[in-house]
């Protein structure tokens, strides 16, 4: 049997290194590169897409990082990169609803919850947030604590402070 491909790089942000892949003209991964949960993203993507991550450039990977940069030069707000989300149909709601989070501004798991519908489902909005392989274009660093308190991010809390003063023109 035949695998499938999806184009990998890897893309030196100012924050820290990211794992950008590509399949069928769009991005399906744009991860931190030292993540913890690393190994089971890439399974869950590569057994999603019955492919295997072959090192090289892709059209959608440059526009990609044109755009990444321009984010972190705080002169973009939203994407425009085709995005392929894999994972289950709650997770792709979650998803969406991160991506409702508008530029400069955070929400909690609950509001979250609460913005799909699925107001009890605060814990599995939290494991979907988790879960995100797009990373900066699916906004997961947008949420934080009820209390107002930086909470988990797959980058690190330093990637993720770093992001929303990027956002809020904190610049240090």
Request: proline share 2%; charged share 20%; aromatic share 8%.
């Amino acid at each position: 049997m035949q695998m499938n491909k999806i184009s990998i790089q890897y893309y030196k942000s100012p924050v820290g290194e990211i794992l950008l892949g590509s399949y069928d003209g769009k991005l399906c991964l744009a991860d931190w590169r030292y993540r913890k949960m690393r190994s089971r993203i890439d399974n869950r993507i590569q057994k999603a897409l019955n492919a295997e991550y072959v090192e090289e450039s892709s059209v959608v990977m440059e526009q990609a990082i044109t755009e990444l940069e321009a984010y972190f030069r705080g002169e973009k707000k939203t994407f425009d990169t085709p995005l392929l989300m894999l994972g289950t149909a709650f997770q792709k709601s979650v998803w969406h609803g991160l991506i409702a989070i508008p530029y400069g501004t955070t929400s909690s798991y609950l509001n979250l919850a609460k913005s799909i519908g699925n107001e009890k489902a605060v814990r599995a909005v939290a494991s979907a947030n988790g879960a995100n392989a797009i990373s900066v274009m699916i906004p997961c660093h947008r949420i934080i604590g009820s209390n107002g308190d930086l909470v988990g991010y797959a980058g690190g809390l330093d990637v993720k402070r770093k992001l929303l003063e990027i956002e809020n023109n904190l610049f240090v």
